[in-house]
């Protein structure tokens, strides 16, 4: 009997439960908890079967303890905040149950990506016998099993990546992030990194951009950004040279982005107002639209994939791997738009990998780290349909 625990009722943590709820034959028991009982409430009358609602605040690891202990899952997928990463993987190590999560744990107080404090966790679920397994939504997620799948099938050796994430849809509001308003700015408002010859060359925030022709979509202009699939793919990816990311945006959504920060607005530290201390991007926040109210009006494509070079028998060699996902359709399927989409699709795969024993191991790993077959088999399944493109 496998039970599967979900915490985050936001717009991705809806879409992972619709997508385990379509699938009883994996999850045959499910559990959607978040710090609002309402929101798990509002997506479960939607879903196909009846599913169990909790409230829990993740923050707190005895309060996790103690929902794993009622509800009794074999596995928890995380889909709350990152805030949240190291006091779930403390839950599970204390109740010896497995954890998914799609995004690398951040310290509140300072903007700061890195995979070091939950890889920190490595032995000791490797002791407990469980399985973590990290960034497992679209990128990081997809696009690491997409290099993966490179390696294994077209490459001797890998020697640059280009990681190219395009969303060139209108959801018709001035300004909103398309998931969590707080992570998403402390993300794109960060200097920019990428490697090269095994060292990590920093940018100015968003000042290195070029276009590049988006299938399905057009040409778009892609900015240079640090995101965390960097740091594994570095060190799982042998031979590599240089490997960078991009992300799209539109100069409207830049203008508010920079008036935003000019104002002080994308501030994480406390600010006294009235007496009382006040974070001003976490108020942002809460003015902005919530990612899972996006969909209803959403229009247009997303394009994420990698572009990969490298050498086969000697041969150089240029391949493109990409999915192309449609806000509309995806409204229609499960009531979210594409970002969300894209994300809880693949951390569902990674669950249903895990459950059914596809994927196994004991201790924390990235998605790299496995046999990228079943999981691209699954997109293709489950809605994430990808296309392989040979340049050279
Ligand atoms: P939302 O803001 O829509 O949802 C977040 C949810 O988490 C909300 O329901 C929120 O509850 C809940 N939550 C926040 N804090 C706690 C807590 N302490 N305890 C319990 N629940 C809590 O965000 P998204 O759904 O858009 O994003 C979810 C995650 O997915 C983020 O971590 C994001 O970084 C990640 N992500 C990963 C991507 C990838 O490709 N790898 C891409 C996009 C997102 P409440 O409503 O009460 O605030």
């Not at 995004?103 to 920190?120: C, L, R, S, T, V």
Request: with cysteine; glycine share 8%.
């Amino acid at each position: 009997m496998n039970r599967v625990l979900i915490i985050g009722a936001g717009g991705v943590g809806g879409v992972v439960a619709h997508k385990c709820a379509r699938a009883p034959e994996v999850f045959h028991e499910i559990c959607l908890a978040s710090r609002t009982l309402e929101k798990c409430r509002r997506i479960a009358v939607e879903l196909p079967r009846p599913i169990r609602v909790a409230r829990v605040d993740a923050d707190r690891t005895p309060d996790v303890v103690r929902l794993i202990r009622s509800f009794r899952p074999n596995l928890v997928i995380h889909v709350a905040l990152p805030y949240q990463d190291l006091a779930i993987m403390d839950a599970c190590l204390a109740t010896g149950v497995d954890y998914l999560d799609t995004a690398n744990y951040e310290p509140p107080d300072k903007a700061k990506f890195e995979y070091k404090w939950q890889w920190a966790y490595r032995g000791r679920f490797r002791r407990k016998g469980i399985m973590g397994l990290l960034g497992c939504g679209f990128d990081p997620g997809a696009t690491n099993v997409f290099c993966a799948y490179a390696l294994k099938h077209f490459f001797d050796e890998i020697h640059t990546v280009d990681i190219m994430d395009c969303n060139a849809g209108q959801h018709g509001h001035p300004f909103a992030t398309n998931f969590n308003p707080e992570i998403n700015i402390r993300e794109i408002t960060q200097r920019g990194r990428y490697w090269e010859k095994g060292r990590w060359v920093e940018t100015e925030p968003l000042s290195v951009h070029r276009s590049f022709d988006f299938p399905e979509i057009g040409p778009r202009e892609m900015y240079l950004m640090y995101h965390e699939e960097l740091e594994s793919l570095v060190r799982h990816l042998p031979g590599l040279r240089r490997i960078r990311f991009w992300m799209t945006f539109s100069q409207e959504y830049l203008t508010h982005l920079r008036v935003l920060q000019n104002v002080g607005m994308t501030r994480i530290d406390p600010v006294l107002y009235e007496g009382r201390p006040v974070v001003p991007l976490k108020f942002l926040k809460a003015v902005l639209p919530e990612p899972s109210s996006l969909g209803p009006n959403y229009r247009g494509k997303t394009n994420i994939g990698c572009l990969i070079e490298g050498v086969r028998k000697g041969r150089r060699k240029k391949v493109y791997i990409y999915n192309v996902c449609d806000h509309a359709a995806c409204y229609r399927e499960v009531k979210a738009q594409a970002i969300s989409y894209t994300t809880g699709v693949p951390a569902m795969i990674g669950a249903r990998l895990m459950l059914t024993g596809q994927w196994r191991g004991r201790g924390v790993f990235n998605v790299e780290e496995f046999d990228p077959d079943p999981f691209m088999e699954r997109m293709n399944l489950d809605g994430l349909p990808w296309v392989v493109k040979t340049l050279r």
